[in-house]
């Protein structure tokens, strides 16, 4: 059973572009979460989603950052005309059922440039 | 709002000696966790601990928890060099959905 998926590990964006972080979670997991974790800081939630619902998206910034899950496919972190402050690892967990740990991928490491 | 607070956030020590790092929460809690971050990697779950007086060990590791006082340790016994990594304990807010609170991290490094 692969753990969960995060591509691309590395990614380097131009200000003003568009950032696409992919996450394919741990199989019959139907929970993802994403978080987000500065240099030197731990890791800050971001939003938690379920097949084709977003739960909980306290921790998502308000402009330009959106998340999915569709029915079929990974779930999607997008960043839209990426700042340098976006500069970060993102991460993503998934877990079977609201009361079970959540796995975390390798995570994904944003520059911009 | 659940606040999770980490000391110390550096350490360093030599190998063969004991240490612990400390974890207060703020608010109840279901389940606390322990993770270990090596440079550039990700998290690798060391502990969960889901109920008061909980202890668990693993290796030179053990983590406890005290839920009436908030607070989870987490020792070192005979500290080695490949212990060197940050630490970081996380804490799931009672009733929430799963969204985990973390600590800053403690960075821990082991001196031959």
């Known amino acids: 059973n692969a753990g969960v998926m995060q591509n691309p590990r590395h990614l380097v964006r131009r200000r003003g572009q568009e950032a696409r972080l992919r996450c394919s979670p741990m199989?019959?997991?139907?929970?993802v979460y994403w978080y987000r974790q500065l240099p030197e800081e731990g890791l800050k939630f971001m939003v938690y989603?379920?097949?084709?619902?977003?739960?909980?998206e306290s921790g998502m910034p308000k402009e330009r950052f959106s998340a999915e899950f569709p029915k079929e496919g990974p779930s999607i972190l997008r960043i839209q005309q990426v700042v340098r402050g976006d500069s970060a690892a993102y991460f993503c967990?998934?877990?079977?059922?609201?009361?079970?740990?959540?796995?975390f991928g390798q995570g994904t490491r944003l520059t911009v440039v | 709002e659940l606040k999770v607070e980490q000391n110390p956030l550096f350490l360093s020590m030599q190998e063969g000696k004991n240490y612990t790092i400390y974890c207060n929460y703020s608010?109840?809690?279901?389940?606390l966790y322990w993770y270990r971050q090596d440079p550039g990697k990700s998290l690798e779950s060391l502990f969960v601990?889901?109920?008061?007086?909980a202890v668990k060990q693993e290796g030179r590791l053990m983590a406890s928890l005290d839920t009436k006082a908030r607070l989870s340790t987490l020792h070192i016994t005979a500290a080695v060099h490949d212990l060197s990594a940050t630490y970081f304990c996380?804490?799931?807010?009672?009733?929430?959905?799963?969204?985990?609170?973390f600590g800053k991290g403690t960075k821990l490094t082991v001196n031959p």
């Open positions: 967990a998934s877990s079977s059922s609201v009361n079970t740990e959540a796995f």
């Open positions: 199989k019959e997991h139907s929970h």
């Open positions: 989603l379920q097949k084709e619902n977003i739960i909980d």
């Open positions: 608010t109840t809690s279901d389940r």
């Open positions: 601990l889901l109920s008061n007086g």
């Open positions: 996380a804490v799931d807010r009672q009733g929430g959905s799963e969204k985990l609170v």
